[in-house]
């Protein structure tokens, strides 16, 4: 695929000043609508993977390769339900994750074409309605964390390095620009190392490319503590990410918008760049399943809309294009938050801040 700078540029151009006029709005989940699909292990292979002696049902960015009008159709239904970003199907796209099914070699790839097939999408659903769409390039976790040890009786081991991180972290993200991804974006961070790897890797790309895009990033608060996995609070993780100024900076998934409220509040008031929030259909059920409905889960974001702590909102797990078309729809008239002038002072940060002065 080749893609167009100049058509690029002028896309992000709009993006700038969409932003400023109305609150945006990002897609919902992947992988819950590909379950819906019914897909198996030989919809995966396709005919690449024929012979491929690791079972590989589950590894849904697989599916940009192998069953591209499936995720196509997904970004179109987003879409359709109002969504200006898709969020390219590349959570688990890197070689990290893809050595679970020793599919290393097709990692980027699989970045070039999901971003491709996003492109596309954004293209169709824009010659419908004459409205922009943008491609969200997107860098998901590893199963592997540089702050963590895997082995509860050696807490100095780490199964991982940093610079293992950021060349698969490289790798993703040229094949994302070279897709077409309009925007690049760090999510799900529970772990503030590794997203420091993605971080180094994209300036990097950036660097050698010529081609800069704007980073959005995205941390998850993993339960009622208030912090990452790694231990940071929210305004500990906003200080140790804020230097390479960011588009955006915001939390998804792990917990419902009832639940995040507080920390995108904290978010809203410390921050000087857009606040996005994605978070999911509520809490999953005994079953693991998210039984929230559109209409709930639209008052609940909404309410962040209403109260200008946002300038992006979208959903995460359990979240379909019905919640994505009832969320376009609570945040319609609300202005975007308007981006405060923080006043300058050190701030550093550990797992807690640190603010002098």
Same mark, same amino acid.
């Given at each position: 695929?080749?893609?167009?700078?100049?058509?690029?540029?002028?896309?992000?151009?709009?993006?700038?000043?969409?932003?400023?006029?109305?609150?945006?709005?990002?897609?919902?989940?992947?992988?819950?609508?590909?379950?819906?699909?019914?897909?198996?292990?030989? /919809?995966?292979?396709?005919?690449?993977?024929?012979?491929? @002696?690791? /079972?590989?049902?589950?590894?849904?960015?697989?599916?940009?390769?192998?069953?591209?009008?499936?995720?196509?159709?997904?970004?179109?239904?987003?879409?359709?339900? =109002?969504?200006?970003?898709?969020?390219?199907?590349?959570?688990?796209?890197?070689?990290?994750?893809?050595?679970?099914?020793?599919?290393?070699?097709?990692?980027?790839?699989?970045?070039?074409?999901?971003?491709?097939?996003?492109?596309?999408?954004?293209?169709?659903?824009?010659?419908?309605?004459?409205?922009?769409?943008?491609?969200?390039?997107?860098? =998901?976790?590893?199963?592997?964390?540089?702050?963590?040890? &895997?082995?509860?009786? /050696?807490?100095?081991?780490?199964? %991982?390095?940093?610079?293992?991180?950021?060349?698969?972290?490289?790798?993703?993200?040229?094949?994302?620009?070279? =897709?077409?991804?309009?925007?690049?974006?760090?999510?799900?961070?529970?772990?503030?190392?590794?997203?420091?790897?993605?971080?180094?890797?994209?300036?990097?790309?950036?660097?050698?490319?010529?081609?800069?895009? &704007?980073?959005?990033?995205?941390?998850?608060?993993?339960?009622?503590?208030?912090?990452?996995?790694?231990?940071?609070?929210?305004?500990?993780?906003?200080?140790?990410?804020? @230097?390479?100024?960011?588009?955006? %900076?915001?939390?998804?998934?792990?917990?419902?918008?009832?639940?995040?409220?507080?920390?995108?509040?904290?978010?809203?008031?410390?921050?000087?760049?857009?606040?996005?929030? @994605?978070?999911?259909?509520?809490?999953?059920?005994?079953? =693991?399943?998210?039984?929230?409905?559109?209409?709930?889960?639209?008052?609940?974001?909404?309410?962040?809309?209403?109260?200008?702590?946002?300038? %992006?909102?979208?959903?995460?797990?359990?979240?379909?294009?019905?919640?994505?078309?009832?969320?376009?729809?609570?945040?319609?008239?609300?202005?975007?938050?308007?981006?405060?002038?923080?006043?300058?002072?050190?701030?550093?940060?550990?797992?807690?801040?640190?603010?002098?002065?």
């Amino acid at each position: 695929m080749t893609v167009d700078n100049k058509e690029r540029k002028e896309r992000i151009a709009e993006l700038k000043r969409a932003v400023k006029k109305r609150i945006l709005v990002l897609d919902g989940a992947m992988g819950s609508l590909i379950q819906g699909y019914g897909l198996e292990e030989a /919809d995966y292979r396709g005919d690449i993977l024929k012979d491929h @002696h690791v /079972d590989v049902k589950g590894d849904n960015e697989l599916l940009s390769l192998t069953r591209p009008d499936v995720i196509r159709e997904i970004h179109l239904n987003y879409f359709r339900a =109002g969504a200006d970003f898709a969020e390219t199907n590349t959570f688990g796209s890197n070689s990290v994750a893809q050595g679970d099914y020793e599919l290393e070699h097709l990692a980027y790839e699989m970045n070039v074409a999901s971003a491709a097939i996003a492109r596309e999408a954004a293209d169709i659903a824009e010659e419908e309605d004459g409205r922009v769409r943008y491609v969200v390039g997107t860098l =998901g976790p590893t199963p592997r964390t540089a702050s963590l040890s &895997p082995d509860v009786n /050696d807490p100095g081991f780490r199964n %991982i390095t940093f610079d293992a991180l950021e060349d698969a972290y490289a790798e993703a993200t040229r094949g994302l620009i070279e =897709g077409g991804s309009d925007t690049i974006m760090v999510e799900t961070i529970f772990d503030t190392l590794n997203a420091k790897a993605a971080l180094v890797a994209i300036q990097n790309v950036f660097a050698e490319t010529g081609i800069e895009l &704007p980073v959005m990033i995205s941390g998850t608060i993993t339960d009622a503590s208030g912090r990452l996995l790694s231990g940071q609070t929210v305004e500990a993780f906003w200080y140790s990410v804020r @230097h390479v100024k960011p588009f955006s %900076i915001g939390l998804n998934c792990a917990l419902g918008a009832e639940q995040l409220r507080q920390y995108v509040d904290t978010l809203s008031r410390i921050t000087d760049v857009n606040v996005s929030a @994605h978070p999911n259909a509520g809490l999953p059920n005994e079953f =693991g399943e998210y039984d929230q409905s559109a209409k709930e889960m639209a008052d609940l974001v909404g309410e962040y809309a209403e109260s200008g702590l946002v300038n %992006i909102v979208g959903g995460c797990c359990g979240s379909t294009p019905e919640h994505i078309a009832a969320i376009t729809e609570a945040v319609s008239t609300a202005a975007p938050r308007e981006i405060p002038q923080i006043e300058t002072r050190m701030r550093l940060s550990g797992l807690e801040p640190f603010v002098h002065g």
